[in-house]
C-alpha cells in the first residue's frame, strides 16, 4: 500500500514538473499590445503571459526618444511601480503633457521587470515533499532554473545502480548455493562480496545526493526569508521591451525572458 502511495505521488510530481517545463517553452513574455495618446495623455495596455503562479513582476517603464534619449516618468499612475501577478490588460496611464512631453513616431516605450517569487505562496513543507520525491524539485520552484533536477538524476541513477548491484549480487548468491566444486564457490563468493560492496557504496552515495538536496533547499529558502518575504531572483533587471510604432499602431519587436 506505501509503494502505491508513492508511486502515485512520483507520477503526481512528474506531471506537476512535465507542466512546468511546459510553461518553460512557451515563455514569459511581457508584451505591450497597444499604445495610443489621448487628451495629453499616453496610454500603454500590457499583457504578462505565461508566467508562474508564485512570480511577482515590478513593473517600470520609461521612453526612449528618436534620438536616444531616455526619460523617466513623473507624472504617471496605473499598473506600474509595483509587483503585480501574471495576467492581462494592465494599463499604464501617462501624462505626457504634465511632464512636457510627446510621443512621436520613432519613440519608443521601453517596459521593465523586476523577477522576484512570492514566499507566501509556497510552504516550505510542500517544497520539501517535492525534493523528497525528486530532488532538485523544491529548489527547481524557487529558483526556476533546471539544473536542479540534476539532483534528481544523479539520485535515481544511483539509487538504480544500487539496485542492479544487489540484483547481480543475489544472483551470484544463488549461483553459489548451486555450485558443485570448491573453486566455483569462492569465484561466486567473491562476486557475492563485490556487488554487495557497490550496492552499498551507491546507496550511500544516493542517500547524500538526497541529504545534499534537503541542505541546498533549505539554506535557499532561509536566504529569501531572510532578504525579504519577496525576493529578486535574478540579480539584475532584465528588460521587456517592445517597440511600438504610433503610425501603424503594430509592436514591431518584443524581446523576452525565457525562464
Known amino acids: 500500500m506505501k509503494i502505491c502511495i508513492f508511486i502515485a505521488s512520483l507520477m503526481f510530481l512528474f506531471y506537476q514538473c512535465g507542466t512546468d517545463r511546459l510553461m518553460a517553452q512557451k515563455k514569459t513574455n511581457i508584451v505591450i499590445t497597444n499604445i495610443k495618446k489621448s487628451k495629453g495623455e499616453l496610454i500603454i495596455n500590457y499583457d504578462i503571459v505565461n508566467s508562474y503562479p508564485e512570480q511577482l513582476f515590478y513593473i517600470t517603464t520609461e521612453m526612449k526618444t528618436a534620438d536616444g534619449m531616455f526619460i523617466d516618468p513623473i507624472n504617471i499612475f496605473g499598473d506600474v511601480?509595483?509587483?503585480?501577478k501574471g495576467?492581462?490588460?494592465?494599463?499604464?496611464?501617462?501624462?505626457?503633457?504634465?511632464?512636457?512631453?510627446?510621443?512621436?513616431?520613432?519613440?519608443?516605450?521601453?517596459?521593465?521587470?523586476?523577477?522576484?517569487?512570492?514566499?507566501?505562496?509556497l510552504s516550505f513543507p510542500g517544497l520539501l515533499l517535492?525534493?523528497?520525491l525528486m530532488p532538485g524539485a523544491g529548489l527547481y520552484k524557487l529558483k526556476r532554473k533546471k539544473r536542479a533536477f540534476i539532483y534528481g538524476a544523479?539520485?535515481?541513477?544511483?539509487?538504480?545502480?544500487?539496485?542492479?548491484?544487489?540484483y547481480k549480487g543475489n544472483s551470484a548468491y544463488n549461483n553459489y548455493k548451486l555450485a558443485d566444486t570448491e573453486l566455483a564457490r569462492e569465484d561466486y563468493y567473491k562476486e557475492v562480496e563485490e556487488f554487495d560492496k557497490f550496492s552499498v557504496y551507491t546507496a550511500m552515495g544516493a542517500a547524500s545526493i538526497w541529504l545534499v538536496n534537503y541542505i541546498a533547499l533549505t539554506g535557499k529558502w532561509n536566504k529569501l526569508?531572510?532578504?525579504?518575504?519577496?525576493?529578486?531572483?535574478?540579480?539584475?533587471?532584465?528588460?521587456?521591451?517592445?517597440?511600438?510604432?504610433?503610425?501603424?499602431?503594430?509592436?514591431?519587436l518584443t524581446l523576452t525572458y525565457r525562464f
Request: proline share 2%; charged share 25%.
Open 81 to 84: 511601480n509595483e509587483s503585480l
Open 87 to 121: 495576467d492581462e490588460d494592465y494599463q499604464i496611464i501617462w501624462n505626457i503633457k504634465a511632464d512636457k512631453l510627446d510621443y512621436n513616431e520613432g519613440d519608443e516605450v521601453i517596459i521593465y521587470s523586476d523577477v522576484s517569487v512570492d514566499l507566501n505562496y
Open 130 to 132: 517535492r525534493s523528497t
Open 154 to 166: 544523479l539520485g535515481y541513477g544511483s539509487l538504480i545502480a544500487s539496485g542492479f548491484f544487489w
Open 225 to 252: 526569508k531572510k532578504q525579504d518575504i519577496t525576493v529578486d531572483l535574478n540579480n539584475s533587471k532584465f528588460n521587456f521591451y517592445a517597440n511600438y510604432n504610433p503610425v501603424f499602431k503594430k509592436p514591431l
